[in-house]
Protein backbone atom coordinates (compact mmCIF):
# COMPACT_ATOMS: atom_id res chain seq x y z
CA UNK A 1 0.00 0.00 0.00
CA UNK A 2 1.65 3.65 -0.79
CA UNK A 3 2.63 5.47 1.96
CA UNK A 4 0.12 8.26 1.09
CA UNK A 5 -2.95 5.90 1.60
CA UNK A 6 -1.71 4.82 4.97
CA UNK A 7 -0.86 8.70 6.06
CA UNK A 8 -4.41 10.00 4.51
CA UNK A 9 -6.02 6.72 6.67
CA UNK A 10 -4.12 7.69 10.12
CA UNK A 11 -4.53 11.10 9.89
CA UNK A 12 -8.93 10.05 8.98
CA UNK A 13 -8.85 7.91 12.02
CA UNK A 14 -7.15 11.01 14.60
CA UNK A 15 -8.22 13.76 13.06
CA UNK A 16 -11.42 13.56 11.63
CA UNK A 17 -13.62 14.60 14.93
CA UNK A 18 -11.21 17.87 15.58
CA UNK A 19 -11.79 18.51 11.80
CA UNK A 20 -15.44 18.25 11.77
CA UNK A 21 -15.60 20.45 14.75
CA UNK A 22 -13.68 22.95 12.96
CA UNK A 23 -15.40 23.07 10.28
CA UNK A 24 -18.20 23.58 12.27
CA UNK A 25 -17.11 26.42 14.14
CA UNK A 26 -15.97 28.33 11.02
CA UNK A 27 -19.31 27.75 9.75
CA UNK A 28 -20.90 28.91 11.90
CA UNK A 29 -18.64 32.23 12.54
CA UNK A 30 -19.13 32.55 8.79
CA UNK A 31 -22.95 32.50 9.21
CA UNK A 32 -23.07 34.88 11.91
CA UNK A 33 -20.56 37.15 9.72
CA UNK A 34 -22.86 36.92 6.52
CA UNK A 35 -26.26 37.88 8.77
CA UNK A 36 -24.55 41.04 10.30
CA UNK A 37 -23.04 41.59 7.01
CA UNK A 38 -19.44 41.67 7.84
CA UNK A 39 -18.83 39.13 5.23
CA UNK A 40 -19.25 39.62 1.67
CA UNK A 41 -21.98 38.26 -0.18
CA UNK A 42 -23.41 37.83 -3.64
CA UNK A 43 -26.89 38.01 -4.79
CA UNK A 44 -28.22 36.00 -7.11
CA UNK A 45 -31.29 36.20 -8.71
CA UNK A 46 -33.77 32.79 -8.01
CA UNK A 47 -37.33 32.68 -10.10
CA UNK A 48 -39.03 34.50 -8.08
CA UNK A 49 -36.45 36.91 -5.95
CA UNK A 50 -33.24 37.74 -5.15
CA UNK A 51 -31.44 35.45 -2.99
CA UNK A 52 -27.86 36.34 -0.76
CA UNK A 53 -25.32 33.50 -1.40
CA UNK A 54 -22.04 33.67 0.78
CA UNK A 55 -18.98 33.84 -0.54
CA UNK A 56 -16.67 32.74 2.48
CA UNK A 57 -19.11 30.06 3.18
CA UNK A 58 -18.89 28.37 -0.10
CA UNK A 59 -15.23 29.05 -0.39
CA UNK A 60 -13.69 28.49 2.56
CA UNK A 61 -14.96 25.11 4.60
CA UNK A 62 -13.71 22.12 2.20
CA UNK A 63 -9.98 23.68 2.41
CA UNK A 64 -10.58 24.21 6.02
CA UNK A 65 -11.63 20.72 6.91
CA UNK A 66 -9.23 19.27 4.19
CA UNK A 67 -6.25 21.19 6.40
CA UNK A 68 -7.03 20.76 9.60
CA UNK A 69 -7.59 16.97 8.68
CA UNK A 70 -3.95 16.80 7.30
CA UNK A 71 -1.96 19.28 9.10
CA UNK A 72 -3.69 19.64 12.99
CA UNK A 73 -1.09 17.44 14.47
CA UNK A 74 2.21 19.77 13.54
CA UNK A 75 -0.04 22.82 14.90
CA UNK A 76 -0.43 20.99 18.23
CA UNK A 77 3.40 20.07 18.24
CA UNK A 78 3.95 23.95 17.35
CA UNK A 79 2.21 25.11 20.44
CA UNK A 80 3.27 21.89 22.67
CA UNK A 81 0.06 19.55 22.99
CA UNK A 82 0.95 16.02 22.84
CA UNK A 83 -1.06 13.63 20.55
CA UNK A 84 -1.84 9.62 21.42
CA UNK A 85 0.75 7.90 21.70
CA UNK A 86 1.27 5.57 18.94
CA UNK A 87 3.23 2.14 18.14
CA UNK A 88 3.63 1.88 14.75
CA UNK A 89 5.44 -1.35 13.48
CA UNK A 90 7.43 -0.36 10.56
CA UNK A 91 8.81 2.99 12.04
CA UNK A 92 9.02 1.58 15.84
CA UNK A 93 10.76 -1.62 14.38
CA UNK A 94 14.09 -1.61 13.10
CA UNK A 95 13.97 -2.66 9.17
CA UNK A 96 17.89 -3.01 8.86
CA UNK A 97 19.58 -4.38 11.43
CA UNK A 98 18.31 -7.90 12.22
CA UNK A 99 19.74 -7.79 15.82
CA UNK A 100 17.80 -4.50 17.16
CA UNK A 101 14.89 -6.41 15.06
CA UNK A 102 14.50 -9.24 16.41
CA UNK A 103 14.84 -7.81 20.42
CA UNK A 104 11.98 -5.34 19.09
CA UNK A 105 9.67 -8.30 18.02
CA UNK A 106 10.65 -10.06 21.03
CA UNK A 107 9.22 -7.48 22.85
CA UNK A 108 6.12 -7.00 21.00
CA UNK A 109 3.77 -8.69 23.23
CA UNK A 110 4.68 -6.04 25.30
CA UNK A 111 3.38 -3.22 22.87
CA UNK A 112 0.67 -5.11 22.71
CA UNK A 113 -0.27 -6.05 26.22
CA UNK A 114 -0.26 -2.44 27.01
CA UNK A 115 -2.20 -1.15 24.16
CA UNK A 116 -5.91 0.20 24.92
CA UNK A 117 -6.58 0.02 21.07
CA UNK A 118 -5.77 -1.17 17.76
CA UNK A 119 -5.96 0.44 14.41
CA UNK A 120 -5.67 -2.36 11.61
CA UNK A 121 -5.26 -0.30 8.02
CA UNK A 122 -7.22 -2.88 5.97
CA UNK A 123 -6.45 -3.77 2.43
CA UNK A 124 -7.27 -6.97 0.77
CA UNK A 125 -4.31 -8.84 1.48
CA UNK A 126 -4.55 -7.81 5.02
CA UNK A 127 -5.36 -11.59 6.27
CA UNK A 128 -3.21 -13.16 3.93
CA UNK A 129 0.24 -11.75 5.56
CA UNK A 130 1.35 -13.68 8.41
CA UNK A 131 3.01 -10.79 10.23
CA UNK A 132 -0.42 -8.68 10.17
CA UNK A 133 -2.63 -12.19 11.10
CA UNK A 134 0.35 -12.76 14.19
CA UNK A 135 -0.55 -8.93 15.76
CA UNK A 136 -3.91 -9.04 14.80
CA UNK A 137 -4.10 -12.62 16.78
CA UNK A 138 -2.03 -10.88 20.06
CA UNK A 139 -3.94 -8.43 20.45
CA UNK A 140 -7.45 -10.22 20.56
CA UNK A 141 -6.04 -12.92 22.52
CA UNK A 142 -5.50 -10.07 25.34
CA UNK A 143 -8.27 -7.74 24.18
CA UNK A 144 -12.36 -7.79 23.23
CA UNK A 145 -12.83 -7.00 19.35
CA UNK A 146 -14.38 -3.74 20.52
CA UNK A 147 -10.71 -2.65 20.68
CA UNK A 148 -10.31 -3.28 17.14
CA UNK A 149 -10.66 -0.85 14.87
CA UNK A 150 -10.20 -2.11 11.35
CA UNK A 151 -9.86 0.87 8.58
CA UNK A 152 -9.65 0.40 5.34
CA UNK A 153 -7.28 2.73 3.06
CA UNK A 154 -9.62 2.96 0.05
CA UNK A 155 -12.27 4.71 2.66
CA UNK A 156 -10.50 8.01 3.41
CA UNK A 157 -9.36 8.16 -0.77
CA UNK A 158 -13.20 8.30 -1.34
CA UNK A 159 -13.92 10.18 0.96
CA UNK A 160 -11.52 13.40 0.29
CA UNK A 161 -12.25 12.80 -3.66
CA UNK A 162 -16.17 12.66 -3.00
CA UNK A 163 -15.63 16.28 -0.98
CA UNK A 164 -13.43 17.36 -3.72
CA UNK A 165 -16.02 16.60 -6.43
CA UNK A 166 -18.36 18.36 -4.34
CA UNK A 167 -16.23 21.85 -3.59
CA UNK A 168 -15.64 21.91 -7.43
CA UNK A 169 -19.22 22.01 -8.23
CA UNK A 170 -20.05 24.71 -5.31
CA UNK A 171 -16.79 26.83 -6.46
CA UNK A 172 -18.62 26.42 -10.08
CA UNK A 173 -22.05 27.47 -8.87
CA UNK A 174 -20.64 30.35 -7.46
CA UNK A 175 -18.53 31.77 -10.26
CA UNK A 176 -21.54 31.31 -12.16
CA UNK A 177 -23.78 33.00 -9.28
CA UNK A 178 -20.88 35.84 -9.55
CA UNK A 179 -20.54 36.19 -13.23
CA UNK A 180 -23.81 35.68 -14.75
CA UNK A 181 -25.82 36.88 -11.16
CA UNK A 182 -27.78 33.96 -11.67
CA UNK A 183 -28.33 30.79 -9.48
CA UNK A 184 -26.68 27.83 -11.14
CA UNK A 185 -26.96 24.45 -9.90
CA UNK A 186 -25.16 21.17 -10.16
CA UNK A 187 -27.15 18.61 -8.30
CA UNK A 188 -26.18 15.74 -10.91
CA UNK A 189 -22.40 16.19 -9.66
CA UNK A 190 -22.74 16.67 -5.64
CA UNK A 191 -25.80 13.99 -5.86
CA UNK A 192 -23.38 11.11 -7.47
CA UNK A 193 -20.37 12.06 -4.72
CA UNK A 194 -22.54 11.59 -2.60
CA UNK A 195 -23.70 8.31 -3.93
CA UNK A 196 -21.21 7.01 -4.01
CA UNK A 197 -19.52 7.36 -0.86
CA UNK A 198 -23.15 5.99 0.57
CA UNK A 199 -22.21 2.96 -1.53
CA UNK A 200 -18.41 2.70 -0.43
CA UNK A 201 -19.66 2.77 3.46
CA UNK A 202 -22.26 0.26 2.55
CA UNK A 203 -20.46 -1.94 1.37
CA UNK A 204 -17.13 -1.99 3.90
CA UNK A 205 -20.03 -2.39 7.37
CA UNK A 206 -20.76 -5.62 4.99
CA UNK A 207 -17.41 -6.60 4.84
CA UNK A 208 -16.59 -5.34 8.45
CA UNK A 209 -19.35 -7.88 9.19
CA UNK A 210 -17.92 -10.36 7.47
CA UNK A 211 -14.07 -9.88 9.03
CA UNK A 212 -15.72 -10.09 12.30
CA UNK A 213 -17.44 -13.42 12.03
CA UNK A 214 -13.71 -14.42 10.66
CA UNK A 215 -12.01 -12.95 13.85
Keep these: VPGYKKF ?7 NFNISAMVRSAVALGV ?12 TVQVPDHPFPIGIICRSVLAPVFLNTLLFVNDLKKLIGIKGPR ?28 HSETMVALYTDVYLLK ?13 HSTKRLNVLPTFVPMVFCSCMGLTYMSRIAE ?7 GFALSLPALMSFSGLLFLYVIRHWERDKVSIRSRL
Design 8 to 14: VALTFHF
Design 31 to 42: GVGNCVGVLPVV
Design 86 to 113: VFLDKTCIHQEDADIQRRAIERLGAFIC
Design 130 to 142: LWTVYEVAAFLSL
Design 174 to 180: LLSDVLT
